[in-house]
């Protein structure tokens, strides 16, 4: 996963710059807020199957190690292949090793957030091999050599003229006079093409939403339906997806799924729910001739026990991110790591490393709406300061804050002195502000300054000023 | 302290209200007293330690916050003019001592006395009507903290339509967070801006002559915002109209 996070304060002033994007983040929070808060409120029991769902993945999490052992089993029993991938780079080995054996030309993909994890597409490339990838937003970004802005809705960073010139671009045999103004010409045109390359595949690649330990099924749920032709046309089928998306049984699958889609898009189910377990049997009509899972760690199990384990009963739903106020000004590429908003900024570092993806912690408010709509109950702003915690330990955090924040503590902690302190400055600062009561500009606050006036103070601080009401009274009794 | 039944109340200033706006403070004594609460304000306190615990400075947060527990152990109620500061007495402070069962205990004390003063006064006082008096439309902005951490909410809303005279104007969005985030708004200000821009946006679609909201951190944010923008909206902490203590500074300056 390459990382840009460390240029956060820089890609955020490109980001907001950047009237194009600025646009077509405006409809985020109209495209997704509603539209969960009508099916939340819709569903008596909603707040029931989060509690639920939060429970399913901790019991889950806490016997990870048996419950990927039966899903494996399973998978055997069914006649497809189990792969463990400890890195990324496993990962890609294993994929392009299976490629490899079936003289793959060209692999069709659905939409799948691991393959981005670790890079597939560009590793397939370098080794002769093209992917193509099938779901309309994914497809978009591939057009335009992207990585995703969201993990739900990977091209939500464009305006449909940006997609309509790609598609014009590329697509050189579309005639100029045909509509392509809205999502759904766009998506005809784009189906019209990849009904060609699905056919054309070797090798179908998905992610999964959910593995099934009882039964060895893969779960995805999409709602265009490309994943579906992806993974019954190829010869093959791959499915790439990380430790943690086992649950133990269909039950507990479907728990989670009716708060899976009602947290994501406001969608009661999303159109298409397709479990798949093994290859083609003998007597089944279509399916691939061999099926694959490779399952990815990646850090993942380094998490479990620690105070970051609950990021792992993430569903990737993508709530957090469609309520953040910071991606709703920013968008998801400025984050620098393919997962962006909340969940992004405690997973990132869980992944990367927190000398790599620090800044994302830091770049909250801690106003807490993400975990107020996280259909798992993460509680992601006490993990964010988590992570600032091991900052913190670790000298991490830049020297001025530091220093800055070492002086602030240590008159905070001697209230007699920091009394002596604020009844100097403050009246002083009050000065400062003129009859005008406001400060547009003071040394050490352009961080404040450079956007606001500071409102100066009133002059006594409020303990003075009791404190003489209290002798007040005293004299008066 | 006096020798009555009415309940004992500290009040927990707050950093900013005590080095910005005192009339804040004296509002909150004003509308606490009027509740028929017994009011003091214990000399030993400064912050709640906010910017060492989101700094990841678990050590000096714990250091403060046992300064908090001792300052207020002879209340029978920790009452504060924000939602943010309250919230990390009752929420947090127990939480920072997971690792001390002993001490969680005490902070658990703490936390079940501890509330932010609109819905100290609605819902412990069952307080209806608030003695100020005010003519104008007011606009409400919900503080994160305040809103998802305590549930505060309709309380304000609620004193207010009870002042003759109060025409509230609901903003946009008044739930979204206005930027502030404590020292997020200096560390990641372009971020901060942007997201303090979309909030006076809101403010100002609703033409209302004032700006009301729970807490000063928010409230110096919207209102540094809205002077920098020219705006005439006056910004003001809710304790202010509700006390009817309107001779000082607003927030936003003249």
């Known amino acids: 996963m390459e990382l840009t996070s460390h240029n956060l304060k820089s890609n955020v002033k490109d980001a907001l710059g950047n009237a194009q994007l600025q646009k077509a983040l405006s409809n985020v929070p109209k495209g997704f807020i509603d539209k969960r808060a009508k099916a939340a409120a819709a569903l008596d029991e909603f707040e029931a199957l989060r509690d639920k769902g939060r429970e399913i993945k901790d019991h889950t999490l806490a016997n990870l190690d048996l419950y990927l052992q039966a899903y494996e089993q399973k998978v055997i029993e069914n006649g497809g292949h189990v792969h463990w991938a400890k890195t990324a780079e496993d990962a890609r080995r294993i994929a392009l090793e299976i490629c ?18 670790v890079e597939l597409n560009e590793h397939l490339l370098e080794n002769g091999i093209e992917p193509v990838e099938t779901d309309l937003g994914e497809y978009i970004i591939q057009l335009r050599n992207e990585k995703p802005s969201h993990i739900i809705a990977p091209a939500i960073h464009l305006n449909q003229g940006q997609i309509e010139e790609d598609f014009r671009r590329v697509h050189t045999h579309l005639e100029d006079d045909r509509d392509m103004s809205e999502p759904e010409t ?33 779960v995805i749920v999409t709602n265009e339906g490309n994943g579906d032709l992806t993974q019954t046309l190829g010869k093959v089928h791959v499915v790439m997806a990380s430790i943690e998306k086992v649950v133990p049984t269909l039950a507990d699958c479907s728990q989670i799924l009716r708060i899976l889609a009602r947290s994501a898009t406001g969608q009661d189910m999303s159109v298409y ?10 007597k089944d009509p279509d399916g691939p001739d061999e099926y694959h899972v490779i399952l990815l760690d990646n850090g993942r199990s380094d998490m479990l026990g620690t105070e970051f384990e609950e990021m792992l009963r993430c569903i990737r739903c993508g709530a957090c991110i469609n309520h953040c106020p910071v991606y709703h000004s920013i968008g998801g590429h400025a984050y620098g790591s393919i997962y962006p908003g909340p969940m992004g900024s405690v997973l990132t570092p869980s992944l990367a490393g927190v000398e790599k993806a620090g800044t994302l912690p830091n770049a909250s408010t801690f106003c807490g709406r993400c975990e107020s709509v996280c259909p798992m109950r993460i509680p992601l702003p006490k993990m964010m300061r988590h992570w600032r915690e091991r900052e913190f330990e670790q000298h991490l955090q830049p020297k001025a804050a530091r220093y800055g924040l070492a002086l602030w503590a240590y008159f905070a902690k001697r209230p007699k002195l920091y009394r002596a302190l604020v ?7 009050s000065l400062l502000g003129g009859t005008s009561k406001r400060i547009s500009s003071l040394p050490l606050a352009s961080g404040w300054t450079k956007h606001r006036e500071l409102p100066a103070p009133e002059g006594r601080t409020f303990m003075q000023a009791w404190a003489q009401r209290e002798a007040l009274k005293q004299e008066a009794k | ?30 509308l606490l007293e009027a509740a028929g609460c017994d009011v003091d304000v214990p000399r030993a306190q400064t912050c709640c330690g906010q910017p060492a615990y989101n700094s990841g400075d678990k050590a000096d947060t714990k250091e403060i916050a046992k300064q908090v527990l001792d300052a207020f152990s002879d209340f029978d109620f ?33 936390s079940e006395k501890t509330y932010e003063l609109v819905s100290f006064l609605t819902d412990v006082m069952f307080i209806t009507q608030s003695p100020g008096a005010f003519s104008g439309s007011v606009t409400y902005h919900d503080s994160c903290s305040g809103l998802r951490e305590l549930g505060v909410k309709e309380q304000p809303r609620k004193l207010l339509k009870n002042m003759d005279g109060v025409e ?14 404590g020292t997020f708004c200096v560390k990641y200000s372009d971020i901060s801006n942007a997201m303090v821009s979309k909030k006076t946006q809101n403010i100002d679609d609703t033409g209302a002559d004032m700006l009301l909201a729970g807490d000063m951190g928010c409230l110096m944010n919207m209102a540094g915002k809205l002077k920098r923008q020219g705006s005439k909206t006056q910004v003001r902490h809710v304790a202010e109209v509700l006390a009817g203590k309107l001779d000082g500074k607003p927030i936003s300056g003249e």
């Open chain 1, 423 to 429: 009844s100097f400055a403050m009246p002083a600062l």
């Open chain 1, 186 to 218: 766009l998506l005809a045109e784009a189906r019209e093409v990849l009904r060609k390359r699905y056919f054309e595949a070797d090798v179908g690649f998905t992610g999964a939403n959910f593995l099934v330990a009882e039964t060895g099924s893969s």
């Open chain 2, 1 to 30: 302290m006096s020798e009555n039944n009415n309940p004992k109340v500290g009040l927990f200033v707050t950093c900013l209200v005590d080095l910005f706006r005192p009339n804040v403070g004296f509002s909150a004594v004003e």
């Open chain 2, 168 to 181: 509230i104007r609901e903003m946009n969005d008044s739930e979204v967070c206005c930027g502030f985030g």
């Open chain 1, 273 to 282: 729910t397709t479990f798949s377990t093994g290859p083609k049997r003998e």
């Open chain 1, 100 to 117: 490899q054996k079936h003289n793959a030309k060209t692999v069709t993909k659905g939409k799948s957030m691991i393959t981005e994890e």
């Open chain 2, 78 to 110: 920790v009452v504060a003019p924000s939602g943010s500061c309250a919230a990390m007495i009752k929420k947090h402070y127990p939480e920072v001592f997971e690792d001390e069962p002993e001490m969680q205990a005490k902070f658990k004390a703490l």
